[in-house]
């Protein structure tokens, strides 16, 4: 880890004033687009945005963190803010590069960062998720999308339990169906193909079809391990942890899944209290990456919970390789069927 607290610190209490001063800086270009006084404080929130990430990647040490961002943003942002990205970079080189800046340490780490992320400005996408072509679930997966975006939430759910009444494993609807499904919803709605309605419609649905799976899920012998499974503080996207407990409650393992948005203080009362042999951490968005670093300090400085096994996983953690050793996990796997594979090597059951 970069140990660069002051630095931290310093983002992280100066903010506001930092985004401010960014925004001053782009308004005093001379070049600079003349709409800048339409769009203040969306400008305000876009420079805010950047250094809070800049300050996840300090945090974290790596400057994919950043740059990932960059590129996300470019993509989603809507189109008469995107002009706007790169002259805030600038301004932030400018802001960092200046001898007498209030950070006390030389960051250096944190110009790379930007330039970093400059250089991936023309770079189309930074997801790592395309549509897979398992072609024996493409059909099955394109039908659940069409009834989702036709708004017929029965037709879908239908088609998905009528496979696993055929026999097709819950596991597979699980990664090749649902999962692939949500990706394409995502992409739809980056793209502003979709509204955001539709997307939370899409989200719901799917949760209610997942529900309607538990009954062939809970049925396998107990083999004595404990699971707990969360997302952390801030972290709404709970539908890939819940996958992961899915898989390991089919392996026979005891799982307690706490959902979205856990305070790291009943995360570790709830390792301790349920023996736990493996806690389970996602993270979707990569700002909240310096929360799971502080879960795991806290664990591990925790004499009664200090020797749980971690894994993590989710987007950033997919996206920028070696990240989770870098904060102190012990495991991490890609996808629910690999985070089997990767306590199995742990726990041998
Ligand atoms: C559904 C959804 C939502 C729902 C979540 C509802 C819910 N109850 O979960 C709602 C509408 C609330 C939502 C909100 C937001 N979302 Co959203 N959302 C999605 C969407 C469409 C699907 C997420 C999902 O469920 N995927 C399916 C699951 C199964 O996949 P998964 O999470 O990757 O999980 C698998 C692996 O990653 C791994 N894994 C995951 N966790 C773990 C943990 C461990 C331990 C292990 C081993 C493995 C593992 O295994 C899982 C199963 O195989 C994605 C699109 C996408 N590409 O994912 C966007 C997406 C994640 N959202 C996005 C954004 C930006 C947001 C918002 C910030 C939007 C906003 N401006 O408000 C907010 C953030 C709120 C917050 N504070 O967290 C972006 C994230 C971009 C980024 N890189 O930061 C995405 C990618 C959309 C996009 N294409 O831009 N979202």
């Known amino acids: 880890m970069i140990e660069s607290p002051n630095f931290i610190t310093f983002l992280n209490e100066n903010r506001f004033q930092l985004a401010h001063r960014l925004v001053e800086k782009i308004g005093d270009q001379s070049n600079t687009i003349a709409a800048i006084d339409d769009f203040q404080p969306q400008i305000q929130k876009l420079a805010f945005e950047l250094v809070d990430h800049l300050a996840d990647a300090v ?53 790379s960062c930007i330039e970093e992320g400059l250089s991936e400005m023309g770079i189309q996408s930074c997801s790592p998720q395309k549509i897979r072509t398992v072609n024996k679930f493409d059909e099955i997966r394109r039908q659940y999308v069409d009834h989702l975006l036709a708004g017929e939430k029965q037709k879908a759910i239908d088609g998905i339990l009528k496979q696993v009444k055929g026999g097709m494993s819950v596991k597979d609807i699980y990664l090749h169906v649902l999962q692939e499904a949500l990706y394409k919803i995502g992409r739809l709605w980056q793209e502003n193909k979709i509204t955001v ?96 670093i502080s879960i795991i300090r806290m664990l591990r400085s925790n004499p009664e919970s200090k020797d749980v096994c971690v894994m993590v996983g989710g987007q950033p953690f997919n996206q920028i390789p070696n990240l989770w050793k870098e904060i102190g996990a012990d495991l991490y796997a890609s996808n629910a069927q690999d985070a089997i594979e990767a306590a199995r090597s742990r726990f041998h059951f």
Not at 61 to 82: H, S
Not at 100 to 107: F, L, P, S, W
Not at 238 to 255: K, S
Request: glycine share 4%; hydrophobic share 45%.
């Open 59 to 111: 945090a974290s040490d790596n400057r994919r963190v950043f740059a990932n961002f960059v590129i996300w943003l470019n993509l989603t942002i809507q189109p008469e803010l995107k002009d706007f990205i790169k002259p805030i970079l600038i301004a932030m080189q400018d802001e960092f590069n200046q001898d007498g800046t209030d950070a006390e340490d030389v960051n250096l780490f944190a110009l």
């Open 197 to 292: 309605a539709k997307e939370h419609y899409c989200t719901a649905v799917t949760q209610l079809a997942i529900s309607q799976l538990y009954p062939y899920i809970f049925t396998t012998n107990k083999n004595g391990l404990n699971l707990v499974a969360v997302c952390v503080g801030g972290e709404v996207h709970e539908i890939g942890v819940r996958m992961v407990a899915d898989f390991f409650e089919m392996e026979g393992w005891n799982t307690w899944y706490l959902g979205s948005n856990t305070p790291a203080e009943s995360i570790i009362d709830s390792v301790i209290e349920n023996k736990t042999d493996l806690l389970a951490i996602s993270c979707t968005i990569s700002l909240h990456i310096r929360r799971v």
